[in-house]
């Protein structure tokens, strides 16, 4: 099927962002055309990532800057996806330890929580004879687990004795790897099997593959499932995340995912597309 056709034959369009939508925030060739044409159509726009760099508002920002079009309560980031969880689990004013950058924190503390960031501790260098004193704060409810290039030895030590005194294990995503320009790098899943193989604990993931994800957003905007379709460039989140929640899926090879290494996954998307041009 063409992608003229996917978009006669659907009403709701959920995107992933990095390699379907842009790459290291430039977008790809025809995403701009493809979202004014759904725009003209009055077709309904979702955007769905793990990414928990940015906040809603800070998304909101990006997507200006590019003039994608876009709202707050149609951009569905691990970020929110995570502090509403929490907002719906845990009484204002608690204690969350969050593992991750700026925007995960933010969405967070908008929340109403008291965040304890994983940045205050970037400096922080472990001797083995100050193993035995790492001061804990008192009642973390939770330990939230992003994306950070500056993950150390300190951080998981004081989540995993978090975790020793209650604490419950959540992420945004359970990515293995994620792509920045030609390179992959290590994802959240990293961290969560540190965590867990050192506390032997299991963890709730807020993110894609889980159906939550796409239900949630059913569910308030009485969306016809059959009418839905998910576009994404990784089997293993995106891919099946659209299988889990029963709509439609496209699998874009312009990000992880090329002709040789999605086939040998046991299930396969509807739809195949190169890129996002209306031409192709």
């Not at 501790?121 to 939770?142: F, P, R, Y």
């Not at 998981?156 to 320009?181: H, M, P, R, W």
């Not at 050192?198 to 009485?222: A, M, Q, W, Y």
Request: proline share 3%.
């Amino acid at each position: 099927m063409s992608l003229k056709e996917i978009i006669s034959s659907h009403d709701n369009f959920f995107f992933d962002l990095d390699g379907v939508i842009w790459e290291c925030e430039t977008l790809l060739p025809g995403v701009s055309d493809l979202l004014s044409i759904l725009v003209q159509q009055n077709k309904r726009i979702y955007y769905v990532t793990n990414n928990a760099i940015h906040s809603r508002t800070s998304f909101l920002k990006l997507f200006q800057k590019l003039q994608i079009p876009a709202e707050s309560d149609k951009i569905i980031c691990a970020s929110y996806s995570c502090a509403n969880y929490l907002k719906r689990k845990y009484p204002a004013g608690s204690k969350i330890l969050v593992i991750g950058v700026f925007g995960l924190c933010q969405e967070i503390t908008l929340a109403g929580f008291e965040v304890i960031p994983s940045s205050e501790m970037e400096e922080v260098k472990l001797g083995t004879s100050q193993l035995g004193n790492i001061n804990i704060e008192d009642d973390i409810k939770a330990v939230v687990v992003g994306f950070t290039p500056r993950l150390n030895f300190y951080m998981v030590s004081y989540a995993l004795n978090c975790l020793n005194q209650g604490a419950e294990l959540i992420t945004g995503n359970y990515d293995c790897c994620d792509k920045f320009g030609k390179y992959n790098i290590p994802g959240s899943a990293c961290t969560i099997e540190f965590l867990t193989y050192s506390h032997s604990c299991g963890f709730t993931n807020l993110g894609k593959p889980e159906r939550v994800v796409i239900d949630s957003v059913i569910e308030r905007d009485e969306l016809v499932r059959e009418r839905c379709v998910m576009f994404g460039d990784k089997m293993a989140t995106d891919i099946l995340l659209g299988k889990n929640a029963g709509i439609h899926t496209a699998l874009v090879l312009t990000g992880v995912e090329k002709t040789g290494t999605y086939e040998r996954c046991e299930f396969q998307p509807e739809y195949v597309l190169d890129n996002l041009l209306l031409s192709s």
